[in-house]
């Protein structure tokens, strides 16, 4: 029971945290200090959940960008996409060739939070200063595309808010529009991810030992719980800033940095 319970939460908080500009990771690596270390698999898993809600979210967007490659707007979008990925699988590996691993202590990943806490303060600060505009250039694609390298190199970054934010600096200042850009770009980026995680964690011999029935319930979780958590966040900032998520981040860092 106290596995279950403790899988239910884990589940919860890569739902909540995976696509809000806080850090999944940083979260899951706190709460795994606390609860016990995870297996790889398993952080798949509910990874794989979230990445399922998002796909489900944004089905008719996906459809239409597949279906409709030809039409010159969707077309220009789609490649775009498409170089924000290819950038981030070359930057990925080139990361992992030089041996560039997350952390698996708590104190980097607090003040990647208080840093990237003030960064929201500032992208929105200078956000606030321009005109809105919800183009996708080429050069967002790129900046956006090495952002995600960034988050991938250093815990408490954030995919979802270093995307975000690069395309809004990057001239795509309408919030909506950067966040769709952000989460389109995610679900590739994450299927790629998880898929080579998942490769390696099968390859290792993972899977014969891993509880399936705690998989399937992190799995589903993390799916349910990002669902409403994306779908609030995509409704929030309509009428919102980012400024809240980054009191949040500071305080947490903040009060990490005292407890532990």
Known sequence: MENLIETIVLGMVEGITEF?????TGHLL???HWLGRRSDLFNIAIQAGAILAVVVIYWRRLLDLSLGFFKPGNRD???KLILAFALTCAGGLAAKRMGLELPETVTPVAWALIVGGFAIFAVEW???RQPERAQLTWIVAVVVGLAQVLAAVFPGTSR?????FAAMLAGMTSRAAATEFSFLLGIPTMFAATALETYHAVEDGQLA????AELAVGFVVSALVAFVAVKWLLGYIQTHRFTPFAWYRIGFGA???VLL
């Open 20 to 24: 809000l500009p806080i850090s999944s």
């Open 30 to 32: 706190i709460a795994e």
């Open 77 to 79: 979008y789609a490649l």
């Open 126 to 128: 200078h956000v606030a």
């Open 160 to 164: 979802s808010a270093a995307t975000i």
């Open 209 to 212: 030992s891993e509880p399936l």
């Open 255 to 257: 009060l990490l940095l």
